[in-house]
T-cell receptor, first 112, second 113 residues
Framework: KNEVEQSPQNLTAQEGEFITINCSYSVGISALHWLQQHPGGGIVSLFM???GKKKHGRLIATINIQEKHSSLHITASHPRDSAVYIC??????????????FGTGTLLAVQP | DVKVTQSSRYLVKRTGEKVFLECVQD?????MFWYRQDPGLGLRLIYFSYDVKMKEKGDIPEGYSVSREKKERFSLILESASTNQTSMYLC????????????FGSGTRLTVV
């Protein structure tokens, strides 16, 4: 079993829909990242969370440390939101570095 | 705008060639990382470095080596490229102990023929 699980793996939505992508993890963490990767493109960091909730435009990320779960929400989705969304956690086993453990990603396609 | 720059976007190399992938960051970050990304497997850590001339193996170091002679530059070396090293390679950097500032490069898509 992967230490970071995302669901769904694939998601197709109509423009304007509210979208939720889920991430569950099984290790103790110090932080969780949500990343976005457009087709053929590099990876962009959307959020870094250690507790609570963050909002950036139409994107909202929440985390529940006790339940080891995070969600990424997209309101009023648009075709330009089509991308792979990746959840990554920073394990809290210590050390000077901050390696990430990645989920396998959620492929989102928003149709006009 | 802060950046992690990978020298090549696309590379095609022959089996057995020695391949260098270069990564440069301009954020004075201590930590630098090399990942490969494959369908269904996600991102896997190859090597990382937490200081100049320091390196540690990640989860899949076999067939790779790295070099960090200067703080801003982290090179990934495929000593003898093989077809199973065809992949997307991503470099990242972060500041030590910080919760912010984990930045990725745009990736290098390497094809070994």
């Amino acid at each position: 079993k992967n230490e970071v699980e995302q669901s769904p793996q694939n998601l197709t939505a109509q423009e304007g829909e509210f979208i939720t992508i889920n991430c569950s993890y099984s290790v103790g963490i110090s932080a969780l990242h949500w990343l976005q990767q457009h087709p053929g493109g590099g990876i962009v960091s959307l959020f870094m969370l250690s507790s609570g909730k963050k909002k950036h435009g139409r994107l909202i990320a929440t985390i529940n440390i006790q339940e080891k779960h995070s969600s990424l929400h997209i309101t009023a989705s648009h075709p330009r939101d089509s991308a792979v969304y990746i959840c990554a956690v920073r394990s809290n086993y210590g050390g000077a570095t901050n390696k990430l453990i990645f989920g396998t990603g959620t492929l989102l396609a928003v149709q006009p | 705008d802060v950046k992690v720059t990978q020298s090549s976007r696309y590379l095609v190399k022959r089996t057995g060639e020695k391949v260098f992938l270069e990564c440069v960051q301009d954020m004075d970050h201590e930590n630098m990382f090399w990942y490969r990304q494959d369908p269904g497997l996600g991102l896997r850590l190859i090597y990382f470095s937490y200081d100049v001339k320091m390196k540690e193996k990640g989860d899949i170091p076999e067939g790779y080596s790295v070099s960090r002679e200067k703080k801003e530059r982290f090179s990934l070396i495929l000593e003898s490229a093989s077809t199973n090293q065809t992949s997307m390679y991503l470099c990242a950097s972060s500041s030590r102990g910080s919760f912010e500032g984990y930045t990725f490069g745009s990736g290098t898509r390497l094809t070994v023929v």
